[in-house]
């Protein structure tokens, strides 16, 4: 591990968690963990924990009953196959879900995405992309919720996007 990623562990395990991250299983981590990294790239405090809407629904109750009180501003939520924890999430929580759908082996994460982003009207779910681009996009999004009241947050996330044009306006195709 880097010096830049001891520094932002240290900063995170100091703060209370803003985002909470949930995923269905420690399989959901290789993807999932994209979110953790740009929630580290901005120094925003966050928990990471497996909870399965299947597997530990009592736990999900729990999870979910316990964000508010406990201060989370958004919950990442991450699962495979017929993933319903982000749904079951937002259903006993009013804090805002952002859903990731996993990649699976049989269905490349089609199911993940169709079951995340299908939900009836009344409980809603802002689903992203399947995969590693939804996770880390799914990081930005809560970090642009948060910069809305965090002014030194918003100069950064200003600052981040300045970086990716300069980067993409400097880029050449091979000759
Ligand atoms: C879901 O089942 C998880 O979100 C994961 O994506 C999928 C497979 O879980 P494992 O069998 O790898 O534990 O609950």
């Not at 880390?136 to 009241?149: M, Q």
Request: glycine share 8%.
């Amino acid at each position: 591990m880097g010096c830049v990623r001891i520094r932002a562990l240290m900063a995170r395990l100091m703060k209370k968690p803003l985002v909470g991250i949930a995923m269905g299983s420690q399989s959901d981590w290789n993807v999932m963990q994209h979110a953790a990294r740009q929630l580290d790239d901005f120094g925003v405090a966050y928990e990471a924990r497996i909870v399965s809407a299947h597997r530990t629904p009592d736990l999900l109750y729990e999870y979910a009953e316990a964000a508010a009180p406990r201060g989370f501003r958004c919950i990442i939520a991450g699962a495979g196959g017929s993933a319903h924890l982000p749904g079951m999430l937002a259903a006993k929580t009013i804090v805002p879900v952002l859903g990731v759908p996993v990649p699976t082996r049989h269905l490349k994460g089609l199911d993940s995405l169709l079951s995340i982003v299908q939900m009836p009207k009344g409980v809603p779910v802002a689903t992203f992309a399947v995969g590693e681009a939804g996770a880390a996009n799914a990081g930005l999004f809560a970090v642009a919720l948060l910069a809305r009241d965090d002014e030194r947050l918003a100069r950064r996330v200003e600052a981040f996007r300045r970086k990716q044009t300069r980067s993409v306006r400097a880029m050449k195709l091979p000759k």
